[in-house]
């Protein structure tokens, strides 16, 4: 530990023109030239410190809000809270019953129970988000131009509209709040009508959504929670 800094750094050199300072899973990588002198760089860290401390806090702080999967946890889905109960089984189920999202299964590991969640999330999502999405794609009159509407965890967009009318979401959105779903499907749907985030988009997307902005703050403030923490089991 670098006491004046607050952190430690790993220099990694490459065929790079420039000097970056990168932050993984707590990790400070400070990427640089071959030729670099290292009191330079030395200064170049410590003249970014500031920046650095208050990213790594609050990747931590997100990191220690991240949902785990474990008996008693508590999780939200459509915005609700549900405690997770999980049950060794022979037979594979999830379901929800007063208050609780059971899982049962060959569970004998979270990474197993997290895999029986994510396929039953995503089930649900298909059941919840199709019809919904394909309902405002009408109203807006671009049925025809929606193609197939699919889910895949990504992770860098919760949803995506491609040019040849294929709509992705992240089925994880499911846990979000139902206004939340909604906004992200108006998002993505409005696409189909103005491939971009011109002026024009925007203004349809307020006609359908008028408040969006704070579904789209809550998601910055809370997105990361969905992804569960395995590494904290
Ligand atoms: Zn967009």
């Known amino acids: ?3 004046e800094l607050g952190f430690e750094y790993r220099i990694v050199r490459s065929k790079r023109k420039s000097v970056a ?3 993984r899973n707590g990790q400070v990588e400070v990427r640089t030239p071959q030729r670099v002198d ?4 030395q200064q170049f860290v410590a003249s970014k410190a500031g920046w650095v401390n208050t990213q790594l806090a609050q990747q931590l702080k997100n ?15 459509l915005g609700r809270k549900l405690q997770l109960k999980l049950r060794i089984a022979t037979r594979n189920k999830v379901y929800i019953e007063a208050g609780k ?8 590991r979270p990474e197993k129970a997290l ?3 994510h396929n039953w999330l995503k089930e649900q999502a298909r059941v919840y988000m199709i019809p919904r999405a394909e309902a405002y794609a009408a109203r807006l009159g671009a049925e025809d131009k929606l193609q197939q509407i699919r889910f895949r965890k990504t992770r860098s967009k919760w949803g995506h509209c491609s040019s040849k009318g294929i709509i992705q979401f992240n089925e994880l959105i499911m846990l979000a709040p139902a206004e939340v779903v909604e906004y992200l499907m108006i998002h993505e749907v409005c696409h189909l009508v103005h491939m971009n985030h011109s002026k024009q988009y925007w203004k349809l997307v307020a006609s359908h959504c008028p408040a969006y902005k704070k579904p789209q703050a809550w998601l910055a403030e809370n997105g990361h929670r969905f992804w569960f ?5």
């Open 101 to 108: 999202l059971c899982i049962e299964g060959r569970i004998e």
């Open 1 to 3: 530990m670098d006491t």
């Open 63 to 77: 990191k220690s809000q991240q949902y785990r999967m474990a008996e008693g946890e508590i999780i939200t889905f």
């Open 21 to 23: 300072i990168h932050l």
């Open 115 to 117: 895999k029986l969640f």
């Open 38 to 41: 290292p009191a330079w760089v």
């Open 229 to 233: 923490d395995i590494e904290a089991l």
